[in-house]
């Protein structure tokens, strides 16, 4: 088992959908993240959970829901998505946090919207 | 603005001799930095890190050194092999800050 798994790993899906990306880690840290990787651009820090609880939004639009129901797994809940919200989504866990911890990343879901 | 910047979108070394992938950043705040790499169609990998205490630090064929007055670190790959071929990015952080910036990336071709 990989430390750190995403489902699906591929999404196509219309602006109206309602779509769930799940991640789940194997690693039994305390801290995971969403990070968006569009074309060409840097890797953007989406979401922060430390223990369950939500510490960072990075003024992500509200289409975008995380939920994070225990350590080991979280979701990003996305509703009526647009076009240029298609990326890579990178999931990723730490225990010692972002400013000296490695994080380990799973293989990432890409969207695609239509 | 990127206050992470990667400004080689890529390079290509010939197996056995040094890649050197570049990275600058602005934020003075910014005391750790570590260099992950990317094989298609996975995750990004920890690779090396530095703390902006020390200039220099190594790890086998990899070395990473950094130059704070410039604003500026180099990952230094030596012998390269084929299987270094991948995307490397370049990330940073302040000390308790709740976010790790990262380049957009260099991909490093490693000819045999």
């Known amino acids: 088992e990989t430390g750190v798994t995403q489902t699906p790993r591929h999404l196509v899906m219309g602006m109206t959908n309602k779509k769930s990306l799940k991640c789940e880690q194997h690693l039994g840290h305390n801290a995971m993240y969403w990070y968006k990787q569009s074309a060409k651009k840097p890797l953007e820090l989406m979401f922060v959970?430390?223990?369950?609880?939500?510490?960072e939004n990075n003024s992500v639009p509200s289409r975008f829901s995380p939920e994070c129901p225990n350590s080991s797994h979280l979701f990003l809940h996305l509703h009526t998505l647009q076009p240029e919200d298609s990326a890579l989504y990178l999931c990723?866990?730490?225990?010692?946090?972002?400013?000296?911890?490695?994080?380990?990343f799973g293989e990432g879901s890409r969207l695609t919207v239509l | 603005d990127q206050q992470v910047k990667q400004n080689s979108p890529s390079l290509s070394v010939q197996e056995g001799r040094i890649s050197i992938l570049n990275c600058d950043y602005t934020?003075?705040?910014?005391?750790?930095f570590l260099w992950y790499k990317k094989y298609p169609a996975e995750g990004p990998t920890f690779l090396i890190s530095i703390s902006s205490i020390k200039d220099k630090n190594e790890d086998g064929r990899f070395t990473v050194f950094l130059n704070k007055s410039a604003k500026h670190l180099s990952l230094h790959i030596v012998p390269s092999q084929p299987g270094d071929s991948a995307v490397y990015f370049c990330?940073?952080?302040?000390?308790?800050?709740?976010?790790?910036?990262f380049g957009t990336g260099t991909r490093l071709t490693v000819i045999p």
């Open positions: 959970y430390n223990f369950k609880e939500q510490t």
């Open positions: 990330a940073a952080s302040a000390a308790g800050a709740n976010n790790l910036f």
């Open positions: 990723a866990s730490s225990s010692r946090g972002l400013s000296t911890g490695e994080l380990f």
């Open positions: 934020n003075s705040m910014f005391d750790y």
